[in-house]
């Protein structure tokens, strides 16, 4: 019987053979479980030392993540859970846990987890940069360009401004639809909500308004595309491009792949951008 080693040299019998070895390359799989499982070990030693800012997973379902812990937490504060660091927010403070929505793949997430403080309240960035941009509702740059650099941001959860200090609706504003502009009269600054069944025109009627504000208007445009196909988002993109009226407008999606709790947040992202 011959004896194979990892140098691959090959001993018959008793004859003294000398064997250079070689060293043997770990695979790719076992380095990526030693990084994870040191990783493990210095955030569970940032959790023994302050309580306040760590907690761990007590049970994940629907998007929604049951924490213990987490003492010194706020509401609306950005969390960070597990090992993938998968980002959430704080939405529920009770007496001995807190639930955090989670702004990413909850499968990826298990009982016993670490969830870890950010200290920053859900904001939004703001700037100049955004017009002509496809973000989504955490305000990443999903479009594939430069991303964003600002200075500003805007916290998501914030106290609507009173009616006193608002300025009058003077201004109309116009879709560019005779049979709306003439029937329906619409202001800058206010409300207006379009009802209708489905496939009846609704998003024709704002992508023919944010047109309009290129040729006859003043306004500047933010289109909130919540639960659709990304190819509608893509085909919707492309035609504000083809008509010139896309450097105005500032397109926030949260596709129908996305989490539903991503889907929540983009309207109130939205309203922060315009507010």
């Known amino acids: 019987m011959a004896n194979v080693y990892n140098s691959n040299t090959i001993i018959k019998g008793n004859n003294n053979v000398k064997v250079k070895a070689k060293k043997v390359k770990k695979p790719k799989k076992v380095k990526k479980v030693i990084k994870k499982k040191k990783l493990l070990l210095q955030r569970v030693q940032l959790y023994k030392n302050n309580f306040l800012d760590g907690g761990r997973i007590l049970s994940v379902k629907d998007g929604v993540a049951k924490i213990s812990g987490l003492l010194g937490v706020r509401a609306g504060e950005m969390v960070t859970l597990g090992l993938d660091r998968i980002p959430g927010m704080i939405l529920s403070l009770e007496h001995n846990s807190v639930n955090a929505v989670i702004f ?56 609507a401004v009173g009616i006193i200090p608002r300025q009058s609706v003077r201004q109309p504003l116009q879709t560019g639809i005779v049979s709306v502009d003439s029937i329906t009269p619409i202001g800058c600054g206010q409300r207006e909500l379009i009802i209708g069944d489905r496939q009846t025109g609704k998003t024709t009627i704002a992508i023919d308004t944010i047109l309009n504000q290129k040729k006859n208007g003043h306004l500047y445009c933010i289109f909130v595309a919540v639960g659709q196909k990304k190819s509608t988002v893509v085909q919707l993109v492309e035609f504000l491009k083809k008509s010139d009226a896309f450097a105005n407008t500032i397109v926030v999606a949260a596709t129908s792949s996305d989490p539903a709790t991503l889907q929540f947040l983009a309207p109130y992202s939205g309203c922060t951008i315009g507010e």
């Open 104 to 159: 990413g793949n909850d499968r990826a997430l298990t009982q016993g987890e670490l969830a870890f403080r950010s200290f920053v309240i859900m904001s939004i960035p703001l700037s100049v940069q955004l017009f002509g941009r496809v973000i989504d509702s955490l305000g990443n740059v999903i479009d594939g360009g430069k991303k964003i650099t600002a200075i500003i941001q805007r916290k998501v959860d914030t106290k």
